[in-house]
């Protein structure tokens, strides 16, 4: 099994990163703990030896909740200020677009807005099935007062050398994570209303090309404000009936995250982090035949991808492995038994055939001293 180097990640779920030796002297590697921005980081979190740095996960719609030239930096300071106090490392992940933008931002003339059936209750009961009302991720207006944060988050935390990396997300309608909501229903029997989000989308004016330059505008204003920090983009495919080829001929639903890493990795070949969201106890290994022959419309043509930059990606488990039954076993895609610790080290080993320098563990897994040996197999092993 190849060698990676060290261990990255953290804030509302908790990840442990395996970090590979590579351009050791770009940026300082982190490891830690990754949680829901209204969370802060736990003291077991930053207390646990194999748990190299957190996440530091707040909100723009927090920290910038009152106007253009308010802010409140209030949660971000404090989370900071812990991890540092406990000598982690930091990535900074601060949620920016989607349900995350400002009310401000939204009532802004000229910002076009989109009303989408919210069917992602995996996220937030409270909204499921409910209508929300967001910014298209590629509106000029919005692109530009999302670009005016990022420089604002640089301003102040670019200097501070305990913080590594941030989050550089631009099709995130929930959270940070990539989420470009494409669900069909016609009978109204999942919400009671009958829906289509992608005709939404592309009513909207939704194309490969403009999402594409928005992921570009965003990649750059982070690279910008956060110069020689990772930089870490979340990646999944969307739906082969939204993406468009440059002469709008149809496209593949992987379209949109190919040319996004593309650029991701030949503009900042030293900084640059594509990521997947979903590792669990049955992803398949890099060198099973699915992956190999991956279809472009399918989640497995992302691993596909990925499994071209070794030593360049990362994984964050779907789940806590601890959570086992009380999700239905998510960690081990609803397939029964799901013991913690043998869905953990599943979902471990397919991620190491495809040589990430990082893994995130939900912060469940770090507080659950049953696991602890994984951890510090993992701590020893990524050293």
């Keep these: 099994m190849p060698s990676f180097g060290r261990m990255i990640l953290t804030a509302l779920a908790v990840s442990v990163s395996v970090l590979a030796p590579f351009c050791q002297s770009c940026w300082s590697q982190t490891v830690g703990l990754w949680g829901s921005y209204s969370n802060r980081v736990t003291d077991v979190a930053l207390q646990n030896p194999f748990v ?24 971000v300071d404090e989370q900071i200020d812990n991890a540092t106090a406990a000598g982690k490392d930091i990535t900074l992940v601060l949620h920016a677009g989607g349900q995350n933008t400002p009310d401000w931002v939204k009532d802004t003339q000229g910002v076009q807005l989109i009303t989408i059936i919210d069917t992602s209750n995996t996220y937030s009961e409270k909204t499921y099935c409910q209508p929300i009302t967001v910014p298209v991720f590629w509106d000029p207006v919005f692109l530009e007062l999302k670009k005016k944060f990022i420089a604002a988050a640089g301003k102040r935390y670019a200097a501070n050398a305990n913080i590594s990396g941030v989050m550089v997300s631009f099709a995130n309608f929930i959270t940070s994570d990539w989420n470009v909501p494409h ?5 109204g029997k999942k919400c009671g209303i009958p829906f289509n989000q992608i005709r939404d989308w592309k009513s909207a004016g939704y194309s490969t090309g403009r999402m594409f330059a928005a992921g570009k505008e965003t990649i750059d204003a982070w690279a910008e404000a956060f110069p020689g920090k990772a930089l870490k983009l979340p990646i999944h495919p969307t739906h082969k009936n939204l993406e468009d080829n440059e002469d709008g001929t149809p496209a593949t639903a992987s379209k949109l995250a190919e040319k996004i890493i593309k650029y991701g990795y030949e503009t900042y070949p030293e900084q640059f982090y594509a990521q997947l969201n979903t590792l669990n106890a049955q992803t398949p290994h890099a060198s099973q035949s699915r992956i190999i022959k991956a279809d472009p419309n399918k989640d497995d043509y992302i691993l596909r991808l990925l499994k071209e930059y ?4 990362g994984f964050q488990l779907l789940s806590a492995a601890s959570n086992g039954y ?14 913690p610790y043998t869905v953990l080290i599943n979902s471990v080993k397919a991620a190491f055939s495809y040589k990430p320098r990082y893994i995130e563990l939900w912060y469940q897994d770090v507080e659950n001293s049953s696991l602890n040996g994984i951890l510090r197999a993992i701590f020893k092993y990524v050293r």
């Design 52 to 75: 190299h740095g957190v996440m530091v996960s707040v909100s723009w719609r927090q920290i910038q909740r009152d106007g253009e030239d308010m802010f409140n930096w209030s949660k």
């Design 183 to 187: 669900d069909i229903d016609y009978t």
């Design 310 to 313: 070794p030593n360049r990606i």
């Design 326 to 339: 009380d999700d239905n076993c998510r960690l081990n895609q609803n397939k029964i038994p799901c013991h």
